[in-house]
């Protein structure tokens, strides 16, 4: 028996070296049966520390592990708040130590968009899994830069789109794939409210920043989702009401999208306006969500008569969970790096229009 039990061992270790599938399973099963995943969160500005962190607490599969920071008086705060380990806390330059840390399983990047593709292609190249924020990246051109950095390093990469996750937004998505009634024909998709600031990453070009990266990703997503098609043209104008704010980047943004199948949508951004919404009128009836994007609470109304309101207590919580289970049963990613770059065409392509005053072909 001995013998036979040491053969078998031979022979596994055999399949394992040659094919590499099934440490993938062995360590997916023990993952989902024994252990949480440890993340590492990547800059401590407002959305890590309001709204990943506490969301990290109400998570299943998700645990803070790890800590990337170029602000050491911050380090002591969450130190005491999460118990985050001398050993997982790092600084910029030193983000290459995690491929080491066995600890760290995620590294989750939170930075101004102009940060996103150096950081997310430092992560995957830990052999890190990879969680980016939205916007993905300023552009195409990074965007597929951080997609071939995660593939090269056979690691995960999904972007932070919280409201895919939410199960009132995944209802009117369902409405579009079923047809439920009949083919979309308009959509109105708005995403804005008031920024106050003046001296923030949002303003500034540099950083990334101007509305169509931020709430303009808000209003493509909900004329994408409704729609379940990619647009082939935009047209776009782009204005400020307080140009001494916003003298580098856009304020708001007005653009139609053109559909495949003929479908339109008017879409609006804006850090002047607040707004948030999402109508679709459909061949047969309409959908309307009020609001489409915040982070919790995203109801709406059918012709019929049904009520779209499925609870949720905390969207990021949902969202890193699912992501957290697509690694550990390595299934595919419900939003993927592709998903990103897809929202980066459109707005290439509203920049373009505004720009040039003229419609763009995608």
Sequence with gaps: MENKRRKFIHQTGLLVASTGILPNIL??????QNKKLGIALVGL?????????????????????????????????????????????????????IADNPDIDVIYIVLPPSMHAEYTI???????????????????????AMIKACNDNKVKLSIGYR??????????MKAAKEKTF???KMV??????????????????ALGGGVMGDMGVYAIQGARLATGEEPISVLAQTFTTRPEIYSEVEETAMYQLEFPSGARAACQSSFGIPMNYLNINYEKGWIKM??????????GVRSDGKIIDFPLENQ???????????????????????????????????????????????
């Design 122 to 144: 430092k992560a995957a190249n830990t052999g890190k899994h990879v969680w980016c924020e939205k916007p993905m990246a300023p552009s195409v051109a990074e965007c597929e």
């Design 45 to 97: 500005g407002y959305y890590s520390t309001d709204l990943l962190a506490p969301a990290l607490q109400l998570t299943e599969h998700c645990e803070l592990r790890g800590i990337v920071t170029g602000s050491p008086e911050k380090i002591p705060v969450w130190q005491e708040k999460y118990g985050i380990a001398d050993k997982n806390i790092y600084d910029y330059s030193e983000m290459g130590k």
């Design 316 to 362: 990021q919580a949902k969202q890193m969970d699912d992501d957290a289970l697509s690694i550990m049963n390595n299934t595919d990613m419900l939003v993927p790096g592709e998903e990103g770059l897809r929202d980066i065409r459109v707005v290439e392509a509203v920049y373009k229009s505004a720009k040039n005053n003229t419609l763009v072909k995608i």
């Design 182 to 184: 009949g083919a979309v």
């Design 188 to 205: 109105s998709s708005s995403a804005g409210y008031f920024d106050g600031r003046t001296d923030h990453w949002k303003q500034k070009k």
């Design 290 to 299: 009020s609001p489409h994007s915040e982070y919790i609470g995203n109801k």
């Design 163 to 172: 409201c895919q996750h939410d199960p009132n937004i995944q209802a009117y």
């Design 27 to 32: 360590w997916s099963a023990n993952r989902t």
